[in-house]
């Protein structure tokens, strides 16, 4: 039994072990496609500010060519006209001006397109984070095998009973208590020898030496009160 417990504990161990392995493998590619899916985000958005800013160079080219065009054509009007003074430099600076209206809007729109790309960039970096952190919560904790169960405990089942048994009739003597008065009320230590006189164990010689049931002055359990020894 306790063999089959150490191997069902080997087991599921190895289960774990090999789960957890699987789950490793599988962070590691979670982890490859955010990261992949990121640096796409990145270069889409980088993409695009690159593209707004390629326009809005294109867009001022074609203004400022527009510009010099308009100068020349105002030039020209005002030669035709007569108009010389401060009425051309004033449709000069005008012409000047709407090409510096349009370059204001344009720098504008490009800062806003920056500070928009790099609020992008921002969501996908928190987006990647929040999804490398929910992987790795799968994985975080590695598993640890449990604590083996205890071995049984080896008994002598002959010992136990003998121990029992004793156990039991020493309860059941102390239970009766009149069997006990009677016995410890006993005069064992007293007999007449046939004269009537009450003689003491130890001044009839009875020593470890010849304390034996056959002897004629032995007192108690087996003794032999009719043996004479004369």
């Known amino acids: 039994m306790y063999a089959h417990q150490l191997k069902v504990?080997?087991?599921?161990?190895?289960?774990?072990?090999?789960?957890?392995?699987?789950?490793?493998?599988?962070?590691?590619?979670?982890?490859?496609?955010?990261?992949?899916?990121?640096?796409?985000?990145?270069?889409?958005?980088?993409?695009q500010l690159n593209?707004?800013?390629?326009?809005?160079?294109?867009?001022?080219?074609?203004?400022?060519?527009?510009?010099?065009?308009?100068?020349?054509?105002?030039?020209?009007?005002?030669?035709?006209?007569?108009?010389?003074?401060?009425?051309?430099?004033?449709?000069?600076?005008q012409n000047a001006g709407n090409f510096g209206i349009a370059q204001a809007m344009r720098s504008r729109g490009l800062a806003t397109a920056?500070?928009?790309?790099?609020?992008?960039?921002?969501?996908?970096?928190r987006q990647l984070k929040t999804q490398l952190n929910r992987?790795?919560?799968?994985?975080?904790?590695?598993?640890?095998?449990?604590?083996?169960?205890?071995?049984?405990?080896?008994?002598?089942?002959?010992?136990?009973?003998?121990?029992?048994?004793?156990?039991?009739?020493?309860?059941?003597?102390m239970g009766n208590k009149g069997l006990m008065d009677k016995f410890n009320n006993s005069k064992l230590g007293q007999w007449d020898f046939g004269g009537g006189n009450k003689t003491s164990t130890s001044s009839l010689g009875m020593t470890q030496g010849n304390f034996m049931p056959s002897m004629p002055n032995y007192v108690g359990v087996g003794a032999n009160y009719n043996f004479n020894p004369y």
Request: cysteine-free; aromatic content about 6%.
């Open 51 to 93: 593209n707004a800013r390629s326009l809005a160079i294109l867009e001022n080219q074609e203004d400022f060519k527009k510009m010099l065009s308009n100068e020349g054509m105002i030039e020209a009007q005002a030669a035709e006209r007569g108009i010389r003074g401060k009425s051309l430099a004033r449709a000069l600076v």
């Open 135 to 173: 992987s790795f919560s799968k994985v975080a904790i590695s598993p640890i095998p449990d604590f083996a169960p205890p071995p049984p405990q080896m008994e002598n089942v002959g010992l136990t009973l003998m121990m029992g048994m004793g156990n039991a009739i020493g309860e059941g003597i």
């Open 9 to 47: 504990r080997e087991r599921k161990w190895m289960q774990t072990r090999s789960t957890y392995q699987s789950k490793k493998v599988q962070f590691e590619q979670e982890v490859d496609l955010a990261n992949i899916a990121a640096q796409r985000a990145y270069t889409r958005t980088q993409i």
């Open 114 to 125: 920056q500070y928009q790309g790099k609020e992008a960039m921002a969501d996908v970096n």
